[in-house]
């Protein structure tokens, strides 16, 4: 039997690559360079199955292009989808999978991470210190806010948001309230739904993006929504940056009317705008929230468990469409 051919879009963990060329006849990245959307079509034409990522934008136009399309699944490294069209693909039988829980606790750690960053000034502290401008200890300096008993409000009630949920409840003392679009709880840790996201982002102290990017959610963190905060409350995402209008954001943070942010996420990554670069209360991280050895190691081993599946005929652990 001849072995399925996989092109693999990034370079992926060793342990990784090793299983897939065990398996698979593959073409690895070994530059790390992300395909353009023409290396993306001629992929899709020559591959049986593509390893892809967050960085490869398979929309309308790409999964329709001139040529016939040889490959038959994708498997996304990573378990946000919005970078796939996921209408177009099933439309040209495409099966896509993607990679859920074995990156929760990673992406709850920075987002736990985001929220200290924020409400104790890390960014703006640090930046201080590095540039040579700490001169002494001081009483009233440097002031951030404390967390214990505030209010976390999570907007995206999913495994991403519960395991922040309860890491902020158990470990820092607050109280959760959130808002989920389909009902869902109990949990095994306390906490409150609102009817809105209005409700939520009228009374939390942080508020914190779980929800998914794509055209659902675009622009769902809106201007209005943004003003309904209070002035001393934060945003933390980790989520999706097209989830927030983000010029809204950066007006909010600008004038104050909110007072600080942590962002793992961007509208146009890797582009991050200059505003908020030169914002100091806000923390600006480059989309780490999955990053460890451990965490991308099990995606990419999830990622594989749905090819191999998938080439098996047998059901994919983690199937999208
Ligand atoms: C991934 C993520 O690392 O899984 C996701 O949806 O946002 C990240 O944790 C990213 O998508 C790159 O694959």
Redesign the pocket.
């Known amino acids: 039997m001849t072995r399925p051919r996989i092109i693999v879009t ?1 370079k992926l963990p060793d342990a990784v690559e090793e299983r897939l060329r065990q398996r698979f006849t593959v073409a690895f990245n070994t530059a790390d360079t992300p395909f353009s959307s023409e290396r993306l079509v001629r992929a899709l034409q020559v591959a049986d199955g593509l390893l892809c ?3 490869d934008l398979f929309d309308e136009q790409i999964l329709q292009a001139e040529g016939k399309l040889n490959a038959k699944i994708l498997a ?8 796939i069209d996921l209408d177009a693909a099933e439309a040209q039988g495409l099966v896509v999978s ?2 859920p829980g074995v ?1 929760t606790d ?2 709850a750690d920075i987002a736990m991470a985001l929220i200290l960053a924020a409400t104790r000034r890390m960014s703006e502290t640090e930046a201080m210190l590095r540039s040579g401008n700490w001169t002494s200890f001081s009483p009233t300096g440097m002031l951030g806010t404390g967390i214990q008993g505030k209010t976390l409000g999570i907007i995206g009630m999913g495994r991403i948001g519960q395991a922040t949920a309860q890491r902020a409840q158990a470990g820092f003392g607050m109280k959760v309230i959130y808002f989920n679009r389909s009902k869902t709880g109990p949990f095994d840790f306390p906490a409150e739904a609102r009817d809105s996201i209005e409700a939520v982002m009228r009374e939390a102290d942080v508020v914190s993006l779980h929800l998914p990017g794509g055209a659902a959610n675009r622009g769902t963190i809106s201007a209005e929504r943004i003003g309904l905060m209070k002035k001393t409350a934060f945003l933390v995402n ?3 940056g097209d989830v927030v209008d983000e010029p809204a954001l950066i007006s909010a943070l600008k004038e104050g009317r909110i007072a600080g942010a942590g962002l793992d ?1 961007f509208a146009a990554e890797p582009t991050v705008p200059q505003a908020l670069i030169d914002l100091p209360n806000v923390t600006l991280l480059p ?5 460890t050895v451990e ?2 190691t099990a ?1 990419g081993m999830l990622a594989v468990d749905n090819l191999e599946a998938f080439f098996d005929g047998t059901d994919l652990p983690s199937r999208v469409v």
Not at 76 to 83: A, R
Not at 287 to 291: L, P, Q, R, V
């Open positions: 990034r990522t967050v960085t996304n490294f990573g378990v946000g989808v919005n970078n993607n990679t990156l990673a992406t980790t989520a999706r996420v989309h780490i929230g999955s990053a965490t991308r995606m």
